[in-house]
Structure formats: structure tokens, C-alpha cells
T-cell receptor
Framework: AQRVTQPEKLLSVFKGAPVELKCNYS??????LFWYVQYSRQRLQLLLR??SRESIKGFTADLNKGETSFHLKKPFAQEEDSAMYYC????????????FGPGTRLSVLP | DAGITQSPRHKVTETGTPVTLRCHQT?????MYWYRQDPGHGLRLIHY???????DKGEVSDGYSVSRSKTEDFLLTLESATSSQTSVYFC???????????????FGPGTRLTVL
């Protein structure tokens, strides 16, 4: 079965410090991976997906198939980055649903 | 925001009463989903629909039923609400999961349900 783990429930960093939100997955095939973000009392929105290899709001994430990880990184955290972050996996089988991790709350301190 | 609305946005009800939550989309997407969001669990799939009158169970479907009589509406019903169903409920839509490349789910604003 597919599974996504995010070991940190809460991550606090100071403004300007680097941040890394960890995500590990278990899936026998080659998945599609996403990071979703939820700002306070707002809906979830897509931050980035691994196939696009993009950088959004300074965040990047690299898929490491050997370590089955998809960690989210930003070199210099900003206060507006404070939010809930969810890692999600979508198996590459037709009709397979998303599997979300439990989420990590990032708090960027001034 | 993708054209997804949820109603009501907030509801307080008593144990044992029926509750229906509505998700409405204007994107004409085929797939619709209901999740619940709870601390420590993230989002868990309750039910989903892959077309009008076509629905299936998700990870935590017990105590919930759904209906989809029109493409744009997906209803979630708690037949007899319990305190364990106190949660934030999110609806999501997706164009076509078969086209995995460049696909994503778009989420509604959520419904905060409290069962006393």
C-alpha cells in the first residue's frame, strides 16, 4: 500500500534560516509527488510537483528514488512561509487516488 | 481559485442528527473527492466520485454516504452524526486522474463541522 510520512509535526525556524520539510514515501512503482500548502484558514493549494522541477516562492523539492524521499527546501525562510505543508503521492496507475502525509506545520519566527 | 464552493462553511450540530455537506464546482471536472482533515492525520479520503452516479469508498468511509446526481454537485451525508466526525471537511476536484502528467487536485475552502 502507498504511504506518505512526514516525521515533523511542527518545525520552527528563524526568519532567514534555511528550512527543510521532510517527506518519505512507500510505493512499489514510480509515483508522482506533490507539495501542497495551507495558509491559515485557507484552502489547500498546490505548491509544486516533482515532474515540473520548478521553484515556487523559493521552495524546491527533489525526488530521491533511492531514499524514497521528496524533501521540501528553502534557503532563506520568510515569515509569510508559516503554514501547514502536506506532501502527497499519486500512484501512476489509472484511477489511483492521492495519498497525503500527516502534514508539517512550519512556523517562521521573526 | 478554481470554481469550487462548499456549503455550509461552518456547522454545529448534535449527536444523532443527519448532516449534509455540499460541494459545488463550475469547472466541469469529472472527479470529485471528500476528505476530512484532522490533526496528526492530515487529509484522509472519505469518498470519491468518478462521474455522475459513480462513487466509491475511500479510506474512512464508515458513517458517511455520498451522492452525485449532477456533474457539478457532490454531497456528503452523515446519516447520524457522532462526535468523532467533528472535523474540517474538504472537497476537491480533478480533471482526469488517468492523465497523471501535470494533473493536480483543486480544493474547496472547507467546512468546519462540530458535533456536540
Amino acid at each position: 500500500a502507498q504511504r506518505v510520512t512526514q516525521p515533523e509535526k511542527l518545525l520552527s525556524v528563524f526568519k532567514g534560516a534555511p528550512v527543510e520539510l521532510k517527506c518519505n514515501y512507500s510505493y512499489s512503482g514510480s509515483p508522482e509527488l506533490f507539495w501542497y500548502v495551507q495558509y491559515s484558514r485557507q484552502r489547500l493549494q498546490l505548491l509544486l510537483r516533482h515532474i515540473s522541477r520548478e521553484s515556487i516562492k523559493g521552495f524546491t523539492a527533489d525526488l530521491n528514488k533511492g531514499e524514497t524521499s521528496f524533501h521540501l527546501k528553502k534557503p532563506f525562510a520568510q515569515e509569510e512561509d508559516s503554514a501547514m505543508y502536506y506532501c502527497a503521492l499519486r500512484p501512476r496507475h489509472r484511477g489511483q487516488n492521492f495519498v497525503f502525509g500527516p502534514g508539517t506545520r512550519l512556523s517562521v519566527l521573526p | 481559485d478554481a470554481g469550487i464552493t462548499q456549503s455550509p462553511r461552518h456547522k454545529v450540530t448534535e449527536t444523532g442528527t443527519p448532516v449534509t455537506l455540499r460541494c459545488h464546482q463550475t469547472e466541469n471536472h469529472r472527479y470529485m473527492y471528500w476528505y476530512r482533515q484532522d490533526p496528526g492525520h492530515g487529509l484522509r479520503l472519505i469518498h470519491y466520485s468518478y462521474g455522475v452516479k459513480d462513487t466509491d469508498k475511500g479510506e474512512v468511509s464508515d458513517g458517511y454516504s455520498v451522492s452525485r446526481s449532477k456533474t457539478e454537485d457532490f454531497l456528503l451525508t452523515l446519516e447520524s452524526a457522532t462526535s468523532s466526525q467533528t472535523s474540517v471537511y474538504f472537497c476537491a476536484i480533478q480533471a482526469d486522474p488517468g492523465r497523471w502528467s501535470n494533473n493536480e487536485q483543486f480544493f474547496g475552502p472547507g467546512t468546519r463541522l462540530t458535533v456536540l
